[in-house]
């Protein structure tokens, strides 16, 4: 029994002791760090005491200057913190060939809607990205636009009728803003008419909320998953829950079936990959499972993270009146031009409302970082700084955007830095809440149009300002990796009589 107790305790020594060589990595190398915590790495506050912006930014503000990147780990795993921005443009666009790929958890065959384009890598990526490019045009985001119009008249109207029976008008703008974007994806990816303004415990939003807070394991085993990606797929290791994969697969084949048994046709993202679904065979192809992973992507990434930038934006409308005055001011003359209806031209000549957005998007980038893995081994012109391949590269957007070397004053909010002018003055890559390059947010052009226009009509329509409940500084949700307001947004909305 001794024996077995020592063996025992040689075997764990040996395993701590080689966990803890893999953690000096970075010392080794002699690249700036700071030291790891065993077994978290930089992330031994997350989820406690901080939000995952909050532990990167003062990494990227300590070490900027001293070479092109410093070293960072994820629990035992070391990756590269970028610091340059000559780098930055180098990873995201002029090298873009080794550095193709996100390296996140996919496992398209036990997994299926985890073989969506964000997630998947090589090949299998480069293919679906040119199928689906030509589904984010700006001819298609017109076809698109009138049912997102007909989604946001709805949301005046709840808006409307909440803040009258609310006392003293004061609301929790993230969760109305959760369900308008719902039920525009709802109806634009899906086709579902969801009506979740009306019922806030609707199906599909109730298991969009589900995709993005339920998980299959342990916090430890998804960080273990999204860590070692590919080790976690030769494990053949699950992410969503039975539940999740069920609801939004099912949802696509009824809506696939439907459609085609009665030859429907409507001018939404279902109907162009449906378009693509009857090439099958072809290389330009996609089966059902393909269609409800793009489908599924498509809602999970435009459900939180636009609702999140309006709510963002309405708050820092409310605490800077005189952009909310001049917004308004443009929104009502440019309507007027166009017999007061909300059109894809109208949307198109709010040039401050676009620099509002800009804005928004700098100081709450909510994905805060870009991140890609290297195919090959790196040289960035310093032997010392060498990237090796299969090392994870983060890009930390939201250190980047609150650059003072970029954005002097970056806490303060202030549209004018996205005049035609300002931007020309700023080197590329200062400005990447939807990163850049290749691999850029396929989506981006939708994700912005859902919401100009619902910013465009809730300020037409209401009057934003701050409650006493309101927060000066907002705090970060410390569970969620994506950007957004721990308590909510509570604002004061008053309806403008016409």
Known sequence: MSTIIALLAIVITLIIYL??????????????????SFPL??????????????????????????????????????AVFVLDLELVKKVLIKDFQNF???????????????????????????????????TFTSGKM?????????????????????????????LEITELQARYTADVIGSCAFGLECNSLRNPDAEFVRMGRKALI???????????????????????????????????????????????????????????????????GEKDGLSVEEIAAQAYIFFLAGFETSSTTMGFALYELA??????????????????QHNNECTYEAIQQMKYLEQVLSETLRKYPVLPWVERVAKADYDTGDPHYLIEKNSRVLILSYGIHHDPEYYPDPEKFDPERFTEEE???????????????????????????QALIGLA??????????????????????????????????????QIEE
């Open 423 to 449: 931007i020309k003055k700023r080197p590329a890559c200062t400005w990447i809440p939807f990163g850049d390059g290749p691999r850029n947010c396929i989506g981006l052009r939708f994700g912005k149009m």
């Open 41 to 78: 790495g930089a992330l031994k506050e997350w989820r406690r005491t901080k939000s995952f912006s909050e532990i990167m930014a003062p990494i990227y503000t300590k070490f900027k200057g001293t070479g092109p990147f410093c070293g960072i780990y994820f629990l035992l795993e070391p």
């Open 142 to 170: 017109k076809l698109m636009f009138p049912a997102v119009v007909k989604v946001a008249q709805e949301l005046i109207q709840v808006m409307g009728e909440k803040s009258k029976n609310a006392a003293n008008h004061i």
């Open 457 to 494: 009509l809730l300020i037409k329509h209401f009057r934003f300002s701050f409650a006493p409940q309101t927060p000066a500084v907002l705090t970060y949700n410390k569970e969620n990796v994506l950007l957004s307001a721990e308590h909510g947004i509570h604002l004061k909305v008053e």
């Open 319 to 336: 605490r800077n009146q005189d952009v909310q005055n001049r917004l308004r001011q443009e929104i009502n003359t440019t309507l007027a």
């Open 100 to 134: 193709q790929d996100r390296g996140v958890f996919h496992n398209e065959i036990e997994d299926p809607l985890t073989g969506n384009l964000f997630q998947l890598d090589g090949p299998k990526w480069n293919v679906l990205r040119k199928k689906l490019s030509p």
């Open 19 to 36: 966990l803890r060589y893999q953690q000096s990595y970075w010392q080794r190398r002699g690249v700036p760090h700071d030291p790891p």
């Open 214 to 280: 339920e998980r299959r394991h342990s916090i430890l085993v998804d960080t273990f998953m999204e860590s070692y990606p590919r080790l976690a797929r030769k494990l053949n290791l699950v992410s969503l829950t039975k539940e999740v994969q069920d609801f939004y697969t099912g949802i696509v084949r009824k809506t696939v079936e439907y459609r085609e048994q009665n030859q429907v046709k409507r001018n939404d993202f279902m109907n162009i990959l449906l378009e693509m679904k009857n090439k099958e």
